[in-house]
Every structure is written in structure tokens, then in C-alpha cells.
């Protein structure tokens, strides 16, 4: 949709008002999904010019999409969000500096190589110093509550894989083991499952939150490319955001002639790992402990691809508690902890204190940022509660030899074809 047909289908009700986490801070129209509609409205009919203070209403926007769960119009946000940083990119600042390496790190396969390198020689040891430094500084903080380095389960090559899991590009640095491991859940379920080759790259999701879609266009052919090679009929992300993002391909090549039908066809393709483990009945016992777990959402899994009961059912048990405002955005999204470290340390903030309310000892994910961020909660208030992927939580539940069950299929059948979320 052209940016100002979407623009044109808000009706300024303001029915999204109370969903949108800046406005419930801020409490002003610029901070609300209305308001900045609005105002690009305005900049781009002329009538209006772009000013920093226009800007700075894109910019402390979380891309959480969950005013677009809110809205009866059905207004595509997260298009006028992403036309509006484009549009506006010129007059920003430079991102800070750890952002922007992050983003020029994610470009390059031979960077990514050397950093997933450095991160597990080096790892542990990089983490302990960022722990001792006790910095206030968001990207120190954020290194501390990584998880440690971990050697991932090896994924032996099987037949023809029909679904391809993506490795990302932060996600393989840092959480190789869980896309590995997710590969092994995969295959146990009956799905035949493989990783994307290490040189497929990132899917450009950061680029384009940012502004920068001609970054985001050139990632998205290169995964697209990459795979139709793999021959694969379906294409997973651990990240939630990288997921939804992969998902919008068709929208962002809509221009291009060469890509467009090509990039349709891989929109059609994107599934969720959660989702596929789900259809399949994979399922663990819960554990005979005295774990009490509760799960946060993915913004973009839940808003974007629409996945929000597929997990609750994979760690449904005695031990779960549903945490209030589980789909309220914990502040990580994308690299905004680092960009806006203020705005996303008031949500975290709020979302420790729900997470402690529920007494969980285990808050379960299915997004590496979102791990990062809780893990970052957990260890300012004192370790009360630790953070898993659902896939890495999974994994361990079957380690621990509390039993798997998936559908029996033989090797090489296709998952039950999609047809949402079972109810
Ligand atoms: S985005 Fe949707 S809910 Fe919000 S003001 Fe516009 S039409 Fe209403
Ligand atoms: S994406 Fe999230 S933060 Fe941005 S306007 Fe919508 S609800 Fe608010």
C-alpha cells in the first residue's frame, strides 16, 4: 500500500490511544500512533515542514505494533512508521555509536564470522569485565546480561530439508545453540528441518526500523535468494522480529520488478517455530519441580504475525502463570534500549514488577532481544528470576528426560499446512 493510502485509512478515533506503551508514559498526542500519523500526514502534504521535534515523534515510537492489534480501520502502522524514518533519515543525528556498529556489524558476513569468533573465545571474559564496570551506559549493561557462551548441539545433514531456520545475524553470535537446537525440536516433531547456510545474512529488520530501506531491500534479496537455493518449501526465525519483518519482504520489494513475484512468494513462506512444534502436537511434561514460569511476548510475533497461543500451549502446565500485560512491549525492541535507553528502562521497569507479581522463577520468551532485555531486569533486581527462549526451555526440559511427544511423520513429510492459530 502507498504510504499515503495507508495514511488515509486513520480515521483519528483514538481507539489505539490507550494500547501504545509511549503514550501511556507521555500522555501527549505526539507520542500517540494518532499523532504521529498526523504529523507525517501534514509533512508530506507540505502544509506542515519536517522539524527535529517531527523526528524525535518517529523516533520514540517502539514499532511495537500493538496499536495496530487496537485499531478498528485497520491502519497498517508499521508501513507509515517505516515510510516515516525513511523520509526523515536525513535530518537525524547518528544513531549512537553502539547502534551503529551493530548495524554496520549485521552487513557483513566476514564481520559477523570474526564477532561469533571473538564471542566464543572471548565471551565469558568480555561479560565478566562489562559486570565488574557497573556502567550506567546501556550497550555495558546489555553486554553483562548476556548469556554466556554455549556450544551448540551439532545438527548432522538429513534429507532435503522442507523447513529452512534462518540463523540471524545477532541470534547466530550470540544464540547459535538455539537455532541448532531448534533444528534437533524440529526434526523430532517429524518436520524435516535444516539451518539456512551461515552466509544467508540478516534479514534487514533493524536497517528498516531505522530508516534506512535501501539497506533493508539489499538484506531482503540476499535472503530471499539464499532461500530459493536451500529448496526449502518454509522459513523459521527464532526472532520474533526478524520473523514479522521477514514477513513484510512482499510490501518492501513491492517496487521492484525483478523481486516482487520472488519476494511474494517468500512472504508466504514464513512460519514460526512455536507454531510448526504446535500444529505438529509436540509436547514436553511439565517439569516435576517446583519451576513456576510465565511468558512474555514477542511484540512482533504476537502483533506482526499474529502468534500468541501456539507457546502458552507448548509450556501450558501446573507450573505457569499468565503474567499481566504479557503483550505490553518490555522496552528492548530492536536496538531501541540503546537508542532511547530512558524510555525502555521505565518499561522495563514496570514489566519486572509484573513478572515478580506472578512469583515465576522462569520468564519464557521467543525473542533473543526480549531475553536480553528481561535478562537485564533480572540481574538489576537481583537474579529473583531467570530467562529462557521457549526453544532453549524446551530443549532443557528434554534434557532433562521429562519426555517429548511429537505427531509421528516420517522423515521429509510437510508440516500440517497453515491455517492460524489452533484455538
Ligand atoms: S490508528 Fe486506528 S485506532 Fe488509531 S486513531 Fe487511527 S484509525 Fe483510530
Ligand atoms: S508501534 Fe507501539 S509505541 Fe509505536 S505508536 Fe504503535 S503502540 Fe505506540
Redesign the pocket.
Known sequence: MKVQDAID?????????QSCPTYRIFRTEESS??GR?ARLKDVLAGTVEATPETLATFEECLGCRA?EV????G?P?EEILLAGRARLRDMQEPPPAPARLTLRLVRSHILLRAAKGLWQMEGRRLRRAARRLHSGQSAVRLLAAMPEPEAAPTVAAGAKAVVQVHRGCVMDVVWPRTNARAVLLLREAGITADLMPASTGCCGALHAHQGDLPSARELARGVIAAFESSGGAEVVSLAGGCAAHMKTYGELLADDPLWQERAERFTRAVEDVTTLLDRQGYRVRPPATDERITYQDSCHLRNGLKVQEAPRRLIAGDGYCEMAEAATCCGSAGIYNVVRPDVAQRMLQAKVADIIDTGATTVITANPGCELQLRLGARETGDVFEVKHIVDWLWQRREEGVGASGAAMEPGTRPSPPGGEKG
Open positions: 485509512t486513520c480515521i483519528q478515533c483514538g481507539f489505539c490511544l500512533p494518532r500519523i496499536c487496537a485499531c478498528p480501520s491502519v502502522y
